[in-house]
């Protein structure tokens, strides 16, 4: 579960940093207060709320699995100005035992385990305060 207060400097903070999730699928329902954003084309794209729908991440996972077919979307969330915003984010992921291998050849990404890239994501944000991701195990 996801809250973003409301908060007076909205337009110098995020409620959420552009990132891609580290997971293979990530399923979000999403309130109706708006904020989160979709980085397309060269612009951030706004992702309208709908009651009906729920909005499915690929993540980098799914990116190194499909040797690039298809892209982890950078996406980020405005912090509210006046009322809470709440989301549920659902990530859907391996075991850390799994090892992530495209059957696509020549592929693209070196063989990883989820271990590894869960802790690779750490040491980069650590000594670079950013997450680098899947472009680390690229050939
Ligand atoms: O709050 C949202 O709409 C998105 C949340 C999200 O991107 C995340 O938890 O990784
Ligand atoms: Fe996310």
Same mark, same amino acid.
């Given at each position: 579960m996801n809250r973003y207060p409301p908060c007076p400097f909205s337009s110098e903070v995020f409620g959420l940093v552009p990132h891609t999730d580290s997971s293979f699928l990530t399923v979000v329902n999403q309130d109706q207060i708006g904020g989160l954003q979709l980085w397309k084309n060269g612009r951030w794209i706004n992702v309208k709320p709908n009651p009906e729908a729920l909005v499915i991440n690929i993540g980098d996972l799914f990116q190194a699995l499909s040797n690039d077919v298809y892209k982890s979307i950078k996406h980020r969330v405005l912090a509210p100005q006046q009322v809470e915003r709440l989301s549920l984010a659902f990530f859907?992921?391996?075991t850390y035992e799994t090892v992530i291998k495209s059957c696509i050849k020549p592929s693209m990404y070196r063989e990883f385990t989820f /271990?590894?890239? +869960? +802790? %690779?994501? %750490? /040491?980069?944000?650590?000594?670079?305060?950013?997450?680098v991701g899947v472009s680390r195990f690229l050939l």
């Open positions: 859907y992921c391996p /271990r590894e890239f +869960m +802790m %690779q994501i %750490q /040491r980069d944000l650590k000594a670079t305060g950013d997450k």
